[in-house]
């Protein structure tokens, strides 16, 4: 009987400790973002792991979360060999990662949602970049450029912006293939632009590249009407 009831406490202490810990992991999840609808989480870690802070395998399910001003509409991840600091959560610390995690995930995006994310300083700045390079006589870096909607067609982004200024409120329509060139590279072409019917830059010749880094390893990205879906893998760092 002695035995069992050390058993049945110790058992006790382990599901404790992973409650305790799946909490944590929900609260740092949730202080990434500003706004999550909903949210699955799924650990998969023998006791002695947990309890070493050492968690071979995650699972995440997030619907509708808003990341920096970024709507995102469903992403499905999955972590492996994470590292956490278990001693201090136990003591009521936060959650911190102890070295870079690689996570695999899917994301996939309406068009919706993009458009909720236009005035987010993440995606506003990254257009106005590409703007910038493919037409710098027409957007000078000194300008500002009103974001004002986004079209998502097959393999194609169709953009709406205003260049404004106190002569100037004319629009300009921007349309732009994605191409995928690499794990971490994106080709932009063909790309055309046009401001009141009138054609200023057109042709396959005009190439454009984004590098996403090398903590970016993106395997597949689908560009369909009104949805964008991606999958690939990304380090999450300390």
Sequence with gaps: ??????????????????NILKAALKLWLRSQVSHVAHLEVEIRASDRQILTGCIPWVSIV??????????????????????????????????????????????????EDL?????????????????????????????????????????KVILIAIPTSESDLTPLNMSVAL???????????????????????EGNNNRHYLNLGSDVDIQDLTLIPGRLECRGRINVNP
Excluded at 1 to 18: A, D, L, Q, Y
Excluded at 118 to 143: G, R, Y
Aim: charged share 20%; aromatic share 2%; with cysteine.
């Design 179 to 201: 191409e995928l060139l690499s794990a971490h590279e994106l080709q932009l072409t063909p790309i055309q632009v046009e401001s009141n019917t009138v054609t200023l830059l």
């Design 1 to 18: 009987m002695p035995e069992k009831n050390s058993s049945s406490r110790s058992s006790n202490k382990i599901r404790v400790v992973t």
């Design 62 to 111: 997030a619907e509708h979360a808003v990341y920096q001003g970024l709507h995102l509409t469903k992403i499905q991840l999955v972590a492996e060999n994470i590292h956490i600091n278990i001693g201090s959560i136990l003591k009521g610390q936060p959650l911190r990662l102890l070295a870079t995690v690689p996570v695999f995930g899917e994301l996939s995006q309406s068009e």
């Design 115 to 155: 458009n909720a994310s236009l005035s987010c300083a993440l995606l506003s700045t990254a257009l106005k970049d590409v703007l910038i390079k493919v037409l710098p006589e027409h957007c000078p870096k000194t300008k500002t450029i009103r974001w004002q909607k986004i079209n998502l067609d097959h393999s």
